[in-house]
Nanobody, 123 residues
Framework: QVQLVESGGGSVQAGGSLRLSCAAS????????MSWYRQAPGKEREFVSS???????SYADSVKGRFTISQGNAKNRVYLQMNSLKPEDTAMYYC?????????????????WGQGTQVTVSS
């Protein structure tokens, strides 16, 4: 069973940077479409960024130009570089993956979530 482990959260002042990491426990021969979501207290979970197994990325308007998503050399890892952080970026950040094929033994599974990593930006 594939599991996700996030790391890299923390506390930073406005204008600072953090880099989040997410690693999937499955085979690197499988294809992972990976996304980051965030949820602030009292708010719904919202999309932040995604990258598919081919490397195509997308971003929420609120983070465009500040955040960059990238894949590791092993395609079961994804990173979120967050620059020019704002207090409104404060949230629990969650990694999500969809397994969408790859080697013959790779399953197809959707909506696998990590436990989250906290990002706090102070003004």
């Amino acid at each position: 069973q594939v599991q996700l482990v996030e790391s890299g959260g923390g506390s930073v002042q406005a204008g600072g940077s953090l880099r989040l990491s997410c690693a999937a426990s499955g085979s690197t021969s499988c294809w992972y479409d990976m996304s980051w979501y965030r949820q602030a207290p009292g708010k719904e979970r919202e999309f932040v960024s995604s990258i598919d197994h081919g490397g195509s990325a997308s971003y929420a308007d609120s983070v465009k130009g500040r955040f960059t998503i990238s894949q590791g050399n092993a395609k079961n890892r994804v990173y979120l570089q967050m620059n020019s952080l704002k207090p409104e970026d404060t949230a629990m950040y969650y990694c999500k993956t969809d397994l969408v094929g790859g080697a013959w033994y790779c399953p197809t599974k959707y909506n696998i979530w990590g436990q989250g990593t906290q990002v706090t930006v102070s003004s």
